[in-house]
Structure formats: C-alpha cells, structure tokens
C-alpha cells in the first residue's frame, strides 16, 4: 500500500544524496507526483457505505468493502462511523481473495479494500455509515507489523506480540539434516499470548509435518513429451517449495497481511508451478484469526494433483509437546457433536468425514487447552477429504488438475483460542467466513 507521506520523505533523503543533474529531475519529478497525491486527498474526505448482518448477530467479525474511489487509493487508515459510534478502518489493495470475486471487474488501479471490525450487532441489522479519509492519516495508529531475520523468517506482530511467523529459508543440499530442515516453507502460530509457538517445526513425529502447510504428496504432469512426478509434501528426491519474494505487506490496526511468490519445484530443481500465497491476521479479541489464500499457476501445462488425506491439502501440525505429552488428552469437535478422546476420523476410514463446513482439535500445551478451528470454504475443490490425529495434525485435501488457463484457487481460515469450544461456537466463525455480513459502497 502507497504511504505517500512516508514516500514523500524518502524521496527527499534520496534527492539530498543525488548528484546526477538526470536523477535530480528524477527525483524531483517524483515529489511532484507525492504532493499533488497528498493535494488531491481532501481533509476528511468521505464516501458512504451500507452493512446489512444476514441472518446471524455479528460480534468480533471482520468486514471487507471494496471501494472505488480516488480518496481510498492512496489512503492506509479511515475512520468508519455508524450511528455515531467510530470504529478504525484499514484501506489495503486487492488481496486473491477479492481478485478472485471480483473476476472480470477487478481493477487494482482504481479499487481498494476496507477491513474494520464489527464490534456486536444484532441479526438482521442494516446499518449505513461514513468513511472518512485524511484526517487518520496523521494519528499515531498502532498495528501489525513486520520484524524479517533475513535469509531466515519473517514474524508478524501486533504491536510487541507475535502472531505468525513465516519461515523460508533457501534450500540447503549441505547434508541430509539440512536438507530436511529447508525444503519447504511454511508457517509457524503463535498462542494467543504470542509467548510460545503452538505448532512444530523440522524433526519430532513426522518431521515433514509442520505448522500451517500446504502441498500434495502425488504430483503429476509432463515436460517434453516425458511424464514426471513429484512430492510436495515429503520432498525427499529433490523436490522442493521454495521461496521466491515477498510481493507485499502491510500492516495497520485491523490486519497484517503479506503476500509471497513461491516455486514448487520437481526432482530436477525447476518449478512446474508458481504460487502466490497470501496470509492474513487479524486484531480480533479473544485469540489468533489467520487467513489463507492461494493462487497455484502451472508452468508446464496440465498438472494433476492427488494425495492423501495425511500427506496433501491445507493442514495444521500441533507442537511437538502433544504426541510427547498430552496426545491421550486430544479430541476433536465437529459439526456433529463434540468427540471423545481417542476416537478419530479418517477418510477413506470414515467415508462421512468429507466436505466439512469445518473441524476444530482441542489439545493441550503447557497443562492448558486450547482449540484451533479450520474453517473451510464452499468454493474450495470439494470432495473434501477429511483426516485427524491424537498428535496434533488435521486438516484435508482433495483431487483437481491445474492448467495454465486454469490455476488453483484456495482460501481457509483458522481460528486459535484458549479454552474448549461448542458446536455453536465454531459455527460463529465458520458462518463469519463463508456468510460474512453484506457490506457495499454506495
């Protein structure tokens, strides 16, 4: 997102430095182009907007709008008014998400999203509100923020509390160890205190299990003339997932967002598909909210995905300290009725345990529980094929083909708290992602 504020004193650092008459004009043409932004941006400039609930009270539910307006594009905060009542709106660009429903229509030149959080309405409410612009641009706001180790990961925080942590390190062939440690990238989640992590890294109980991940372990397609195959999930003939660039990220009172360009690379060390990965935190009382979106392109045609239940899809591996510790005191609530210790479901096992609204592990770490809720979406490939495990891991995954003309498209959301959760609890969230309330500019 365009901080012309900021941008404008960079430029001025940079035209002090500059000795090239050329580059001077340069950089003096750009400040003309920061100021007559910051000129065209009207103190407390507005647009209006409607929020209808639905069917369902909202409370602690984050709200996208898309906006087309020439105050949005260069704005970062706005302050969202209903009733009297201001709430802090974020202004980012398209995230995958909006891009993919948007289609045809999305325009990343002149839209942007606004994201604030509804704090408790009613069902079947409709409300009508004023976004105002410019005026907080100038308030000391605190936020997400991004602190990058580089070469290694990259920690998203709100204010001082770590929230995710995305970790990339390069390929390293030095020796198996390494090997293990770096082939794919993946992201660690932080407990709602951010003192600790809550998922696993390399090593432990299946060391190709970590964090939040995504990948299949049947991969094929052709290059030449010649069928290949790969595993993008234990990456043990050369097979990598290897981080490219990180295309963007902000950070602000509502979200933290960044995108990133990955490889999936076959047994001979060249990409056959290229992902944007896009994920996103968001301040909401009560725990971590993390969202998940992907754009999976092919590079070599037609490729086939497949798997397994336990070794392809979107999944969630749980902190080593479960299958060492507590693994007798997991079990898992679903939209059926909370389970029992013990008692798991496993597709092709379990031949019901597919395409679930969502699924929620309730483990123990450090003598508390705590629930992680994956929350699936209607859009995602279905047959959804569901799997669990007392350690720790659970998620699913399907079967699709991916082309050129027709990359894979994928958004989850998973939500983090302690304490044990109902049916009803989980539904909330499921119900704020898939029916979010009706939001529009007017």
């Known amino acids: 997102m365009l901080d012309v504020t900021r941008l404008t004193g960079h ?4 035209h002090n430095l500059i000795e090239s008459a050329e580059m001077k004009y340069f950089a003096e043409a750009c400040l003309s182009f920061c100021f007559s932004l910051l000129l065209a ?25 898309i906006l087309d307006s020439q105050e949005a594009i260069v704005a970062n905060l706005a302050e969202v008014t209903f009733n009297g009542q201001q709430i802090q709106g974020q202004i980012t660009e398209l995230g995958l998400q909006s891009l993919r429903e948007l289609g045809k229509e999305a325009d990343p030149t002149t839209q942007r999203e606004l994201h604030f959080i509804v704090p408790k309405w009613p069902a079947e409410t409709k409300l009508e509100a004023t976004v105002s612009f410019g005026l907080s641009e100038k308030k000391d706001v605190s936020g997400f923020q ?19 942590r995305y970790m990339y390190e390069s390929l390293d062939t030095s020796s198996p160890e390494r ?10 989640v932080y407990d709602p205190t951010g003192e600790r992590f809550v998922t696993k890294g390399p090593g ?6 970590r964090g939040l991940f995504y990948g299949f372990n049947k991969i094929s397609y052709t290059v030449d003339g010649q069928s290949m195959s790969a595993d993008i999930w234990h990456c043990r003939n050369g097979e990598s997932q290897a981080h490219v660039e990180v295309c963007s990220q902000v950070g602000g009172p509502v979200l933290g967002r960044h995108l990133l360009k990955l490889d999936w690379k076959g047994r001979d060390g060249k990409p056959f598909a290229t992902e944007l ?4 935190a968001y301040n909401v009382e009560g725990g971590v909210l993390l969202e998940f979106a992907s754009k999976l392109s092919s590079q070599v045609g037609e490729i086939k995905l497949a798997g397994d239940p336990q070794h392809a899809g979107f999944q969630f591996r749980g902190s080593q300290e479960i299958p ?12 059926d009725g909370k389970g029992q210790p013990g008692a798991f479901r496993n597709w092709p096992g379990n031949k019901e345990h597919v395409n679930l609204k969502w699924n929620a592990l309730c483990f123990v770490l450090g003598g508390k529980r705590l629930t992680c809720c994956y929350l699936d979406h209607p859009e995602n490939p279905k047959e959804s094929r569901f799997s669990e495990r007392n350690y720790g891991r659970f998620g699913s995954y399907f079967e699709t083909m991916v082309t050129e003309e027709k990359p894979l498209q994928l958004n989850y959301r998973i939500w983090l708290q302690y304490g044990e959760m ?7 969230f499921s119900r704020d992602f898939v029916t979010p309330p009706n939001a529009s500019s007017k």
Do not use: C, W
């Open 146 to 164: 991004f602190q990058n180790k580089e070469g290694l990961y990259t920690d998203v925080l709100y204010e001082d509390r770590p929230v995710m």
């Open 324 to 335: 060492d510790k507590t693994a007798a005191q997991t079990y898992y609530v679903r939209p």
């Open 422 to 428: 109902s049916v009803a609890d989980v539904d909330k």
């Open 41 to 65: 941006i009207p103190v407390n400039a507005q647009v209006s907007i409607e929020v209808e609930t639905g069917d369902h009270a909202r409370e602690n539910t984050p709200v996208k709008v």
């Open 179 to 188: 090997i293990g440690e770096t082939y794919k990238v993946y992201h660690h």
């Open 204 to 209: 432990g109980l299946f060391p190709h299990h």
């Open 11 to 14: 430029f001025f650092r940079v």
């Open 277 to 280: 990965r896009e994920l996103t």
